[in-house]
Structures are given as C-alpha cells and as structure tokens.
C-alpha cells in the first residue's frame, strides 16, 4: 500500500498501483516525503475526490490498536506501544536534584509549598499525560497518511474494586460499599497497614519496636500505596533488604505477590478515556464511542483473532472487511536525555557529561540502519566503539558504525512493517 497526499500535503486515497507509482517518481511528477508507510506526494494538480474512512481506535494504557478502513477495504493497520519510563526518569531525576542540593546547598531545605501543578484545572500525571498524548500522536499520524472522515473509539470505563474482590475472592461490592474502604476510620493507609500486621514485623515479629511500611513493588516499577502492596517491618529488617542481606526465605516475605494482577493500568484507564475523548473533540471530526462487548460480539460474529488492530478494525464497523495482509509495530521513544553529568564522578571528582553530540560518525539516535539484511535502529552511540543497535522486539547487538548502512531518519515514533499470516503476524 502505497499513500498519496496532493500538491498542498492534503492525504488523498492510498494505490496498490506500484507500477504508477514508479512512473511518477522518474518523471519528477511525484516525490518521497516518508518512507515508513511508504508515502509520496504528488507535484502536479490533483482531483480531491476522497471517499469516506473510518477510523476505529483501540485505547489502552500498554497498546494502542489503530484501523482506518473504507467501505471496500482496510486502508492502514497499526499497534503503538505507549512509553512505560516516565516514573522512573522521575524517581532518577528526584533522586539526581536531591544528591546535588545535599553537595552545593546544604543550607538550603526541601521545598514543599510551590507545588501547584494538581491544582490546575485538566491537570494530569505525567505519566498519565505521556499515555493520552501518544494516542493523540497516533491518531494525527494516521489523518497525515489518511482522509479520516470519522473516528470511533473504545473507551472502556474499569470497575477496580470489583476487579479486586474477584481477585481476593471477597464479595462483590455494591451500594455505599464503594464509598467504604479498607482504611476507613483510620488516619491513613500506614496506619491501617500497621493495624492489619498486628503492629509487629512481618519478616521477624518482633513487636514494640520502630515499625515502618514497606512497598511490595516499587512505585517507579508499577506499584501503589494499596493495601495490598504495603507490609509492615522493622527498620532493621526494611535496610537489610534494600541491602541484599536478607536470606531468601525472609527475602520473600517483603517481595511482589505474583498471583495478585496490578491494578495500575485499570486506574490509567479510567482517568484517560475523559481526557483522550475531550482532545479528539478538538480535532474536528465526528467522534463516536464504543465498548468492549460491542467489539467482542464482531470478533465473534466474523470469527477474528484477537489482536489489538484487528479489535480496531471492529471498533471501526468494518469487521465484515478482510485484513489489509500488513500492519504496523510502533513504539514511542523519549526525545532526548536531558541528564547534563553522569552519576558516579571519574577520577580527581570530574564528572563526565551524559550527552552524546546530536551527530556522531553521521548517525543519530533511532536512525534506521542496515545491518546484515536486517533493519535495526540506533539505540545508544559511542564516540569510540560499537553502536547499540535494538529493534522492537527487544533483541539487542552492537556493532562499529563503518559496518552500518543508514536507512532513513525517526522521530520519536519508531515504526516496523509486518506482515499478517495466517495464525499471527511476523515481520516483513
């Protein structure tokens, strides 16, 4: 599938006319603007006849499944992994700003009363803010290679403490029961924790000692201030943990529960879906909102396989249409690092800058390299030795930069064509 915009980069209707496609590159009357999706535009006045796409979006807080289909055919098909870093650059950038008062300012406190951000109207959690922008970004990329005329989009609402009593095996809440929690007529949730332990250790029961509490899963890592991720333990026993000097049998008691599902992407979700449904308003277009047991009906109904575009395609009202035979992987990637000096100082106390040159050897970061038949991207780069190369996946090798064939350029949308088989999908 080839995608045409005209002569003022306004996205008319895709071709599988390749042979067309060529003719108009050799004879100047089109050029390349995008090589992933293969995109041109035409130099020459054009129709702007256009037929109806509809455009069926997929939300969610770890992939994003994206459809735009005509009434004849499925036009594009996409998945987009959102960033999943965001908190723990935080907690980096935290403890950075904190080890670097302590070094220059020791005179200077904490500061604690400028933080005005949640008072804001519309104000979200970075994390959560980075999840709603991606599907912004997602969806402009699409109306860029697309005349959308509509879009459709799941917006599934989550019920957590019901979730959490399935999970626990407790009785379903109902009435006031949701207004009435585990912690209620405590001060907090340590005090409650601290009650519910028997207000002893866990890991060696010693009581009427400094007791404090303890997160399970990390919060930079996914975890919460639930109940359920807090243990109550003695100060000796928390800085033996984080320490490494607890046996692994007391080791396990402080650790994840991994029978117990995390409910962070649930609450991400049913804080996005308001604030993703009232920026597409701003987009223009005729917006419509669909749920899940709708799209579950068409799988079955047409017998698809469960995927994230292909639930797109659903969500779209084209179910009925036969897959394009490709999609695209996407993934978000951050901009840049803004961390100035590295952590840990080289000898004589010097600090070394953690900034690479925005060219190095003619390469940048997330460029799109050729390497022994396969296209990989520029993960990391060093003035002297290999390169990182990474591709989607996950797989990972380095190699010097004369052995590297450059591609084509990225942004901070990394994206991969695959083709679709028959019982999955595998790469182009």
Known sequence: MVYVSDKDGQPLMPTKRYGKVRHLLKEGK?????RMPFTIQLLYDSGEHTQPVDLGVDAGSKHIGLSACSDKAELFAAE?????????????RKESRRTRRSRKTRYREPRFDNRTHHKKEGWLAPSVKCRC???????????SLLPVSGITIEMAP?????????????KAPSGTDYQHGESEGYDNIKAYVRWRDGYKCAVCGREHIPLQVHHKKQRKDGGSNMPANLITVCVDCHKAYHAGLLPDGQ??????????????????????????WDRLKE???????????ITARQR???GIEKSHHADARCISGHGDLPPAGEWFCCKKVRCHNRQIHKKNPGAGGYRKLAQQGHVIKGFKLNDTVLFSGKEWFIHGRREKGAFVLEDLDGNRTERAPSKLKFVHPNGTLLIERRKLIQGGSSHD
Not at 80 to 92: F, G, Q
Not at 252 to 268: H, I, L, S
């Open 133 to 143: 922008e991606t599907h912004l970004t997602a969806i402009r990329k699409v109306m």
């Open 30 to 34: 089109a050029k390349v603007v995008r």
């Open 80 to 92: 987009v992994e959102p960033r999943d870093d965001i908190s723990k650059n935080l907690t980096s």
């Open 251 to 276: 080791a396990a008691v402080m650790q994840p529960d991994t029978d117990v599902k995390p409910m962070r992407d649930d609450a991400f979700m049913n804080i996005m879906r308001w604030a993703v």
């Open 158 to 170: 989550f019920d957590t403490q019901k979730l959490k009593a399935d999970i626990l095996d407790m």
């Open 300 to 302: 079955e109904k047409y």
């Open 283 to 293: 987009l223009g277009l005729p917006l419509h909102m669909s749920f899940g047991y």
